[in-house]
């Protein structure tokens, strides 16, 4: 096994180079990340489009979903920025530098995770912790120092329940190589659904992303012990703090059935 | 250093039946497969394509699990130890590029040490002597997609040699090159074969490398290895048969001449098969001449085709009575 | 006329080929879909409606929608900008078909498999869960059918258009996102334009966009009839008329280029 410095050695190589390339020119690159975040916001404008016609979604004021659209945005850009380039799986897959990859002294996944690297999606980030902080403003929330603890928690928990959903549904490519986009609906529809309160979708809806893909741990769960809110669903109130749990949970899952997949795709022949 | 005993591996293929309906078929690529490669080795591993060659370095190099059989590299178990046995071989695809596509040469080489962990002074040299060897010094700071082919593949040859490792996979490292560029990495092989003992395993459909280079030849068809021993030997045995291309100045009746037949005529070109112990080439173009004005001639040796379809021909080795 | 159909033939058989991709895409569409019904119909848990629509309009809108994405295919497509990249487009130059013209044929081969195998399934499944709103006359659905062709027309000439910038820009993909993203909003695709807040849904029509998604899903809930639904037609027509010929004038400039320039 390589040790954690020297993977982040490697890492930082890898994708030094390629940062390099994209800054190399600052205004454009500068622009490029502005244009981003701005796409990123079209995403945040329908929820204000919305809040245009009613006050209330599920209970929840647009202050309320604009906090669970900045939790499920910081999160899952931030997933993006570091594991997105996994969906080039199908595509090396396909040309045989899977092959490459299995022939290095270096992990599969870290490879495939490493093979790209798009900064100006750090635009996304920030664009959602912009949503995020505005969004607090504009809360009446009772600062504990637990509370505190939990909005620093979600923010990494978060990202890693999408980065384990991400990487369980990439290996999708493994069997059907041509039909990774099924990840898309958990992956992007993913951080859609986390946006907005769980309790407004239908009933096998809310059950799946409690107890299959946990999405509902993403925001919807530790905001409302943030925002002290009342849970709609009446659900147990120590799944509001389980998100650490479930974060290590789907990060452990991703990775094994990762190793399922290559170990099959070893097998198989690919 | 390379051992293999009873290697198979099947695949299960899905055909396509009409428009919805799909048809299982189970492919056998490799079918039992034995053969050991001592340390120190420069070993040609020849064959038709489907034969299963790459199947069977794909086992090797821990890439593919083996249906069944033993398989050791290195000591090392290929598809269990996959990560351990990577530090100490090195392999050359001839159509893929291990090299990262943006980066110039030296970053990628750079890259190289820090993941297989080579201590610095030991790349250093290393870089040195390949650098030399391989004359990179013009594109070193080349980004590799701007590189030619030649080019790539000697940075693809001193990316797979820079950790020392113990054995070299070449899978068609020749392919598409120009002849300078051939000669270059087929010197290269002879080189780091008999200077640094490496174990060489070249998989390779040109025979033209085999005879330069390999003192040992296994030959692969349809799963199975059906000749394992030396070139001269195989050509004793089976490469009897060479072909006189004849260009006549005008077209004519076959030539008639002892000890060959003529084999198929195509206007004034004629195709005369031999054996080399019958008749040797001179003679035979003195006796043709003698019977036919000549425009031009040329002389086909048995490719390795010719002497694959021989050998399941006349079944098991026989020498000649 | 053979030859049109041949095109049309070929469009339709490169999408056709992945049946594989087209599944997961129907997955992806239907999911989404359901998202977005969910989320309006959260919306109208509060409302009557909102203009002319109901809760069932707003949900039929949400599965129109889905259906319609990859038929219309107003963003992610880069065909002609990568043919002028790699340089094939000068061999295209010497065919004796219209070079807009094949391409749309093409897309219109690929809009009937969309149509059929992307559009149809995901709106099927929102039909059986939910309460849709169906055109209650054989007029509507008619109608509607010519819309979508339209719709069709003019996406293509817009997707057309700036694939063309791959004439000047080496980066024609950033242009392409930030174009596509906002052809996206402007469409209705995401929230329908009649949620759109005054002022913005006047520019939301003044822009070819609505034309492209909004304009056929209008005519398929019936608030649009009689005038108004010439009235959207004609638009339709005359935009993608517009698109059109603005494509064959940028695309003479850009190959005027390319023939000075040298490829």
Known sequence: ?270 | ?321 | MRLWLALARRGYQRYAAYPGATVAGVFTNTFFGFLQAYILLAVFRQRESIGSYDASDAVTYVWLAQGMLMTIYIWGWYDVALRVRSGDIATDLYRPVDFQLLWLTQDLGRAAYHGLFRGVPPFLVGALVFDLRLPSDAVLWLAFAVSVVLAVCASFAYRFLFNLASFWLLDYRGVGVLAMVASTFFSGMIIPIAFFPGWLETLAWALPFAAMVQAPIEIFLGHARGLELAGLLTLQLGWASLLLLAGRAVFAAGTRRLVVQGG
């Open chain 1, 1 to 270: 096994m390589v040790e954690a410095p020297t993977i982040l050695r490697i890492y930082a190589r890898l994708i030094g180079a390629r940062i390099r390339s994209q800054v190399q020119y600052r205004l454009s690159f500068a622009l490029n990340m502005i244009g981003t975040a701005l796409i990123s916001f079209l995403d945040f404008a329908a929820i204000l489009v919305i809040f245009e016609q009613v006050d209330a979604l599920g209970e929840w004021s647009v202050a309320e979903v604009a906090f669970l659209y900045g939790i499920s945005s910081v999160t899952f850009a931030a997933t993006d920025l570091a594991i997105g380039h996994i969906d080039l799986l199908p595509e090396m897959i396909r040309k045989g530098d899977f092959d490459l990859v299995l022939v290095r002294p270096l992990g599969s996944l870290f490879q495939v995770v490493a093979s790209d690297f798009t900064l100006r999606r750090l635009g996304r980030v920030g664009q959602g912790l912009v949503i995020l902080v505005v969004a607090l403003t504009q809360l009446e929330i009772e600062w504990t120092a637990g509370r505190v603890g939990m909005l620093a928690v979600t923010v990494v928990a978060g990202s890693a329940i999408f980065a384990g959903v991400w990487i369980a549904f990439s290996t999708i490519a493994f069997w059907l190589v041509d039909s990774l986009e099924v990840a898309n609906a958990f992956t992007y529809g993913g951080n859609f659904l986390a946006s907005y309160p769980v309790n407004i979708f239908g009933a096998w809806l809310r059950r799946l992303v409690l107890f299959v893909v946990p999405l509902a741990f993403v925001a919807y769960l530790p905001s409302l012990y943030i925002l002290d809110k009342k849970d709609e669903l009446g659900l147990p109130r120590a799944l509001q703090f389980a998100s650490p749990l479930v974060a290590v949970a789907t990060a452990l899952a991703g990775g094994l059935l990762w190793r399922v997949a290559v170990r099959r795709y070893r097998s198989a022949g690919g």
């Open chain 2, 1 to 321: 250093m390379i051992e293999l005993e009873g290697v198979e591996k099947t695949f299960t293929v899905w055909r396509k039946r009409g428009r919805l309906r799909r048809e299982r078929q189970v492919v056998e690529a490799v079918a039992g497969v034995s053969f050991t490669i001592e340390a120190g080795a420069l070993v040609g591993y020849v064959g038709p394509n489907g034969a299963g060659k790459s199947t069977t370095v794909k086992m090797l190099t821990g890439i593919l699990v083996p249906s069944a059989g033993r398989i050791s590299v290195a000591g090392l178990e290929p598809s269990r130890q996959r990560i351990d046995l990577a530090r100490r071989i090195g392999v050359v695809f001839g159509q893929r590029i291990q090299l990262w596509w943006d980066l110039p040469l030296r970053e990628s080489f750079e890259l190289l040490r820090h993941i297989y962990r080579v201590p610095l002074e030991r790349h250093r040299t290393n870089l040195t002597t390949f650098i030399d060897l391989l004359e990179l010094g013009p594109f070193l700071q080349t980004p590799v997609r701007q590189l030619s082919l030649g080019q790539r593949m000697r940075g693809e040859l001193t990316a797979a040699m820079l950790h020392d490792p113990e054995i070299l996979f070449l899978d068609e490292p020749t392919i598409g090159l120009d002849v300078v560029a051939k000669a270059r990495v087929r010197e290269f092989m002879s080189t780091i074969n008999r200077e640094r003992g490496v174990t060489v395993l070249l998989t390779t459909h040109d025979l033209a490398d085999i005879e330069r280079l390999c003192s040992r030849l296994l030959i692969l068809d349809h799963g199975r290895v059906i000749y394992d021993g030396g070139l001269e030997e195989l050509k004793d045995l089976y490469g009897h048969e060479r072909t006189l291309i004849v260009d006549l100045e005008e077209p004519g009746p076959p030539i008639e001449v002892d000890g060959a037949r003529v084999a198929r005529v195509d206007g004034p070109r004629q195709w005369l098969k031999f054996r080399r112990e019958d008749v040797s080439a001179a003679e035979l173009t003195a006796a043709v001449a003698a019977k036919a004005r000549l425009i031009d001639l040329a002389i086909e040796e048995p490719d390795i085709e010719d002497i694959v379809r021989r050998i399941y021909t006349e079944g098991t080795p026989q020498s000649k009575p």
